[in-house]
């Protein structure tokens, strides 16, 4: 008995449309999830197991030196350095690569630093002495999308390297010791 013939691959384009909503979903509860409104439910409050305050204000400074780490890592990594190396000069080699890594690490710096802003209300000294950088910070926010289309100055990433030192200073100022954390390429995608 002969067997009717098949459709090959017709299943496959189904599984595919499928599957990248499922990605696109994840990937967005992933990026929510690291969110800082989304830590502790966006409040100040203990955790209801007794956290003491001391604990509560020591986990604000790790996040914020996490966070103002992170930013500090891509800004030098995919702004500082390749600006300084001449890699958004019109005419280098491997212009629109830098370009496009510099304004993601642009949005993910904004981000990030003002996650870590937010992360710093949790302990008052902290709190205090990030409080002025906040506009410094939001100077930043429109950099990254022009970073990638190469309408940046030295002004602009000298604006990116200020803003990182004053966030490191206020930290260390009240013992965040801060260390530069460059993330992956990946994570440049996902939470910038």
């Given amino acids: 008995m002969p067997h009717p013939p098949t459709r090959p691959h017709t299943r496959l384009p189904l599984r595919r449309a499928a599957v990248a909503p499922l ?4 990937l967005t509860l992933g990026a929510v999830a690291c969110e800082p409104s989304a830590m502790n439910g966006g409040s100040g409050a203990t955790a209801p197991d007794g956290t003491g305050a001391a604990q509560h ?3 604000a400074k790790v996040r914020f030196v996490t966070n103002a780490g992170l930013a500090a890592g891509a800004t030098y990594q995919w702004i500082i350095e390749p600006y300084q190396a001449g890699k958004f000069d019109k005419d280098a080699n491997g212009r629109t690569l830098a370009l496009v890594k510099a304004g993601l690490a642009g949005v993910f710096t904004y981000n990030r630093l003002r996650a870590a802003v937010h992360n710093a209300q ?4 902290l709190a205090k002495a990030v409080a002025p950088l906040s ?3 939001e100077s930043l926010k429109n950099l990254g999308g022009r970073l ?3 309408e940046v100055n030295a002004g602009d990433i000298g604006t990116f390297q200020n803003v990182i030192n ?3 200073g206020a930290g ?3 013992g965040a010791m801060l260390t530069d954390k460059v993330p992956s390429a990946a994570q440049l995608k996902v939470k910038g």
């Avoid at 990605?23 to 994840?26: M, Q, S």
């Avoid at 949790?122 to 000294?125: S, T």
């Fill in 23 to 26: 990605l696109v979903c994840t």
């Fill in 135 to 137: 506009h410094r910070i």
């Fill in 172 to 174: 260390w100022s009240v």
């Fill in 57 to 59: 204000q020591n986990l």
């Fill in 166 to 168: 004053e966030v490191k």
């Fill in 122 to 125: 949790g302990d008052p000294e």
């Fill in 148 to 150: 990638s289309k190469g």
